[in-house]
């Protein structure tokens, strides 16, 4: 079996900002989809109030997951995203969402 | 798009545990893979030291995924886990892994 790396991207939204954070999803640009190593990704909407949504991504290699976080495609892909943090923080309000990496092998499918 | 139901089992292992867990699921009975409404799954190993595995299935509906969780498959399925378990607690022992399930819709792919 080719060992599939993945990288999890946890999600905090505030409740206001929930709407929003799915709205930038369900209308994506498609930004990483022609990525080398790119194999597919999937956003995932917890069921219990206040957890954190999963952003999912499946790549052929870790290298390529690298190439990607360092891409002018991430950039143009979150522009909208980071945008709304640089409003909230022009602002002075809180940031309306905050996210942390994690990553890991594909040992069992 | 079909609106995926999606179950993420969280598992926290014992350092020393860890290479049993693995290998259970490297030489898993398959007994999931023929669940009416069963889509695919994936278990995730951590790159960073001491994170959670993550055990990822995918699932037509919310249904499909409860009829497994309370089928006979399933406790086939889970039988060298479940006694590895057993085994801990009659010895008096800590259990060497826990669980925590958290469910999810894909709401964008």
């Keep these: 079996m080719n060992q599939q790396f993945v990288a999890v991207n946890y999600i905090s939204c505030t409740v206001d900002y929930r709407s929003r954070f799915e709205e930038l999803f369900t209308s994506r640009a498609h930004a990483i989809d022609n ?18 949504y999963l952003i999912v991504s499946y790549w052929e290699t870790e290298d390529a997951f ?22 909230a923080r022009q602002e002075g309000n809180p940031a309306p969402m905050s996210s942390s990496f994690k990553t890991y092998q594909v040992i069992s499918e």
Tied chains: 1, 2.
């Design 35 to 52: 990525m080398p190593g790119f194999i597919n990704m999937h956003v995932l909407k917890p069921a219990a109030e206040g957890e954190d």
């Design 66 to 87: 690298k190439g990607w976080t360092s891409s002018e495609a991430f950039r143009i892909g979150h522009r909208r995203g980071f945008e709304d943090l640089a409003k």
